[in-house]
C-alpha cells in the first residue's frame, strides 16, 4: 500500500516533469517566433526585371521548403531599393531596425553593396549578397559580416583569357566596355591571364554607360585582331550585338562578351546576332545536370520564363541562409554563430554545382564557358567546357594578388 | 583611310537624320511656341514602344510608325490644349508640367511594358548590309536617311507653299495680328504641339530598330535633341536639318577618333555655338 502510493506518486512527478517539459519545448519554439530574412533588391526603375527575377528566385527555394527551418516559419520581407544606394540604405535601415530582420540578403549594385557594408559592420547583422559582382568587396575592401554567393567580375574573365588562349588560340584581341568599374574589372581580369599567356589586347575602347550608337566605335575595331571581346549588359547588349552584325564585323570576326551579355533575360529579346557567342559564368540555365534541370523545369512552371543567373542567384543564396540557419539549430538570434556557420557552409545540389566560400567570403566554384545556339526554336547558352574550383584569386596567392592595386580604366599587365 | 572617312561620314549623317526627326519637332514646339518641352523624350519613346507593341501584333513596320506617331500627336495636342494653354509664356510653369508628364509618362511605360530593353525589328525588305566603295553599311540606315530627307522637304513644303503653312507662321510672327485677322490662333498653336509630339514619336519608331527601346530612353535623347535646336537656332526647320548633320557629323567623327572625350564631342559645338552665336546658326530674334 506504502509501495503503491510511492509509485504513484513517483510516477504522477515523472509523467508531469515529462509533460512540463514538453510544454516547456513546444512553447520555445513558438515563443521564437519565425526566422525573418530582409531582401533589397530592385523592383522598379531600370533594372526592375533583374530585381523580380532574385524575388522569385528567393520565392521559388521558399516555397520548396514550405516556408519553414528547424521548425520555425520563415518570413521574407522584400523592399525595393530602386536600384539607388540611398534608398537602399533607408530600406536596409527599416528591415533591420523596425522589422527586426535576422539576415539581409539580396543586393543588386555594386554601389549599393559598398554602401551597405559599414551599416552591415556597425549593426552585426549577417548578410548575403547574391548577385553584386564587384571584386574589391571581397577583397581589399571585405567586411567581416558580409557572405557574396555570385561572383566577381574578374573571377570568371580570368578563366576566359586562358581559355581563349590556350582553347580557342587566339593571340590578339580587341576590347571593348561599359566604362565603369564593372567593365574595367571583367576585361582587367581577362587582359591579365590572357597576356601572361603571351596574347596581346590591342584595343581597349571605353564607351559611355548610356551609349546608343556603336557605330564609330565598331568602325575602329582593327580587322586584323582574331577576336573581339565586350563587356556589355541589359540594353547597350542588345543594341551592341545588333550594330555588329549590321556593320558586317559578324561574318569576320567572333565576338565573346561577358555572361550576362546573353542573359536569359535579355536573350528573348535577341536574333541570330546572338549565335555563336561565346562568354564564361557560374551558371547557365542549360547546364545538363539532374539537379539544374528540376530546377529549370519548375522555375519555369511557376514564373513562365527559364531563369537567368539572377534568379539562382537568388534561389542558392536563399538556400544557403536556410541552411546555415539549420546548422545552427534554428537559433538565427545568434549573430556569431549564424555568421559562423554562413562563412563555412558547403552546397553540394545548388542548381549551379558545387561550391563553397573562400576566406574573404566569395565563391569558389565551377565557371562554365557557354556558347549562344538555338535549341529546339528558343536561344540559350549551351555549356561547352568547365572549368572547375575557380576562385576569385584565380591562380595566384591572395595575399600576392592583394598586392596589385583593383582593376582600373587603365589598367596594364606590363606595368608593375 | 578614306574607308574610315566614308563609314563615319554616312554614319554621322544617319544618326543626324534620326536627330532631325526628334528635334524638328522640339524645334517647332520650343523655337515657335517657347514652351520648354522636357516630354519631348517622352513622345520619342512612348511612340516606339506603341510601334513595337503593333509591329509585333501586325508585322507592319508602317503601321507602326503611323500609328505610333498618330497616338502622340494627339496626346501632345491634348497636352496643349488641356493643360500648357493655362500657363503661355510662363517658362517655369511649362517646365514642370512637362517634367510632371515625364515621369508620369515614365511610370505607365513600366507599367504597361515593364522593365526590359527592346529593340524593333527591322522591316524585313530593309534587313541586312549593303557594300557601299568597300564598306558595309546596314542598310536600314540608308533608308533612315532617306526617310528624314523626305519629311525635312514635307515639312519645307507644307511651312512655304500651303496656306496652312502659311496661317501657322502668321499666328507664330504675331499671334495678336492673326487672331485679329480671323485666325483661330488657339487651335492652330494646339495643332502645333500635336505635330511636334507626331514628330517625335514617328522618330521613335523609326529610331527602334537602331536604339531599342528601354525605361530611360526619353531623358537621353532629350539632351541631344535640345543640342540640335540649340545649335540650329530655334523655330528654323533649315536649322534643325544643319543643326542635326552637323551635330551628328562631329558627334561620330568625335567619338570614333577620340573616344576617352565621347561625354565632350555632343556638347561642345553647343557651346561653340553658343559663345559665338546665341541665337544658334540659324536662329531667330
Known amino acids: 500500500m506504502v509501495v503503491k502510493k510511492t509509485m504513484a506518486r513517483g510516477l504522477g512527478l515523472v509523467a508531469s516533469v515529462f509533460f512540463v517539459m514538453a510544454a516547456f519545448s513546444a512553447g520555445w519554439a513558438q515563443d521564437k517566433g519565425p526566422v525573418k530574412i530582409g531582401y533589397i ?22 516555397e520548396e521548403i514550405g516556408y519553414q527551418v528547424a521548425g520555425r516559419k520563415i518570413e521574407l520581407i522584400v523592399e525595393d531599393d530602386e536600384a539607388n544606394p540611398t534608398t537602399g540604405m533607408t530600406k536596409l535601415r527599416k528591415v533591420v531596425e523596425k522589422d527586426g530582420v535576422h539576415v539581409v540578403a539580396g543586393v543588386f549594385l555594386a554601389s549599393t553593396g559598398y554602401a551597405f557594408h559599414p551599416y552591415i559592420e556597425e549593426k552585426k547583422i549577417p548578410a548575403n549578397y547574391q548577385i553584386c559582382s564587384a571584386d574589391d568587396l571581397t577583397q581589399r575592401k571585405s567586411a567581416k559580416w558580409v557572405v557574396r554567393t555570385s561572383w566577381t567580375s574578374s573571377q570568371t574573365t580570368h578563366a576566359l583569357g586562358e581559355y581563349m588562349y590556350n582553347t580557342l588560340g587566339y593571340r590578339k584581341i580587341a576590347c571593348l566596355g561599359m566604362d565603369y568599374a564593372f567593365g574595367w574589372e571583367a576585361i582587367g581580369g581577362l587582359q591579365r591571364t590572357f597576356e601572361e599567356l603571351g596574347g596581346k589586347v590591342v584595343q581597349k575602347i571605353w564607351t559611355p554607360i548610356n551609349t546608343v550608337d556603336f557605330s564609330p566605335y565598331l568602325s575602329n575595331i582593327r580587322t586584323d585582331v582574331d577576336a573581339v571581346y565586350v563587356v556589355y549588359v541589359g540594353r547597350p547588349g542588345l543594341t551592341f550585338t545588333k550594330q555588329y552584325m549590321e556593320f558586317g564585323l559578324k561574318k569576320k570576326i567572333p565576338l565573346l562578351s561577358i555572361g550576362p551579355m546573353t542573359d536569359e533575360n535579355i536573350l528573348p529579346s535577341m536574333g541570330d546576332e546572338a549565335l ?7 551558371y547557365s540555365a542549360a547546364l545538363d545536370t539532374p539537379i539544374n534541370r528540376k530546377f529549370v523545369a519548375t522555375f519555369r ?16 543564396g536563399t538556400k544557403w541562409i536556410v541552411e546555415s540557419i539549420k546548422a545552427v539549430g534554428g537559433a538565427a538570434e545568434d549573430r556569431d554563430r549564424l555568421l559562423g556557420a554562413m562563412r563555412k557552409m558547403v552546397i553540394s545540389d545548388a542548381p549551379r554545382g558545387p561550391f563553397r566560400l573562400d576566406d574573404y567570403g566569395n565563391p569558389i566554384q565551377n565557371v562554365y564557358v557557354r556558347k549562344v545556339e538555338r535549341v529546339k526554336g528558343e536561344l540559350q547558352n549551351t555549356v561547352i567546357h568547365t572549368i572547375p574550383n575557380v576562385s576569385q584569386f584565380w591562380k595566384y596567392k591572395p595575399d600576392e594578388y592583394l598586392k ?3 582593376y582600373s580604366r587603365d589598367y596594364s599587365p606590363g606595368k608593375p | 583611310m578614306s574607308k574610315f572617312l566614308l563609314v563615319q561620314t554616312l554614319n554621322g549623317i544617319s544618326f543626324g537624320a534620326l536627330l532631325f526627326l526628334l528635334a524638328s519637332g522640339l524645334s517647332l514646339i520650343y523655337g515657335v511656341m517657347k514652351i520648354v518641352n522636357i516630354a519631348h523624350g517622352s513622345y520619342f519613346m512612348l511612340g516606339a514602344y506603341i510601334g513595337l507593341t503593333v509591329v509585333l501584333r501586325t508585322k507592319s513596320f508602317f503601321l507602326a510608325a503611323l500609328l505610333g506617331a498618330l497616338t502622340i500627336g494627339v496626346v501632345g495636342l491634348l497636352m496643349e490644349r488641356v493643360f500648357l494653354r493655362r500657363f503661355p509664356l510662363q517658362a517655369s510653369p511649362q517646365m514642370m508640367l512637362t517634367l510632371g508628364f515625364t ?28 557594300e557601299i566603295l568597300g564598306v558595309i553599311f546596314p542598310l536600314y540606315r540608308l533608308f533612315v536617311i532617306g526617310i528624314a530627307t523626305l519629311v525635312a522637304l514635307g515639312l519645307w513644303a507644307f511651312n512655304e507653299k500651303t496656306l496652312v503653312g502659311a496661317k501657322l507662321r502668321a499666328a507664330v510672327d504675331d499671334h495678336e495680328m492673326a487672331g485679329g485677322v480671323g485666325l483661330n490662333v488657339p487651335l492652330i498653336s494646339g495643332c502645333m504641339f500635336g505635330l511636334g509630339a507626331f514628330l517625335a514619336a514617328f522618330g521613335g519608331v523609326m529610331g527602334g530598330p537602331i536604339f531599342g527601346v528601354y525605361p530611360g530612353l526619353d531623358l537621353e535623347l532629350l539632351s541631344l535633341a535640345f543640342v540640335v535646336v540649340i545649335v540650329g537656332g530655334r523655330g528654323s526647320l ?14 561620330n567623327f568625335g567619338k570614333a577618333i577620340v573616344p576617352e572625350l565621347s561625354y565632350f564631342t555632343l556638347f561642345a559645338p553647343m557651346a561653340i555655338v553658343l559663345a559665338i552665336r546665341p541665337t544658334g546658326l540659324f536662329g531667330r530674334e
Open chain 1, 301 to 316: 512552371q511557376r514564373f513562365k520564363r527559364a531563369p537567368s543567373y539572377f534568379a539562382e542567384g537568388a534561389y542558392t
Open chain 1, 41 to 62: 533588391a530592385p523592383l522598379t526603375g531600370a533594372f526592375a526585371e533583374n530585381g523580380k527575377d532574385m524575388q522569385n528566385g528567393a520565392i521559388h527555394y521558399l
Open chain 2, 238 to 251: 533649315k536649322g534643325s536639318a544643319v543643326g542635326s548633320i552637323l551635330v551628328g557629323l562631329v558627334d
Open chain 2, 103 to 130: 515621369l508620369a509618362f515614365r511610370d505607365l511605360a513600366l507599367l504597361i511594358w515593364g522593365g526590359d530593353p527592346y529593340t524593333l525589328p527591322t522591316p524585313p525588305f530593309l534587313v541586312g548590309s549593303v
Open chain 1, 404 to 406: 596589385q592595386p583593383l
Open chain 1, 276 to 282: 555563336g557567342i561565346v562568354n564564361a559564368l557560374h
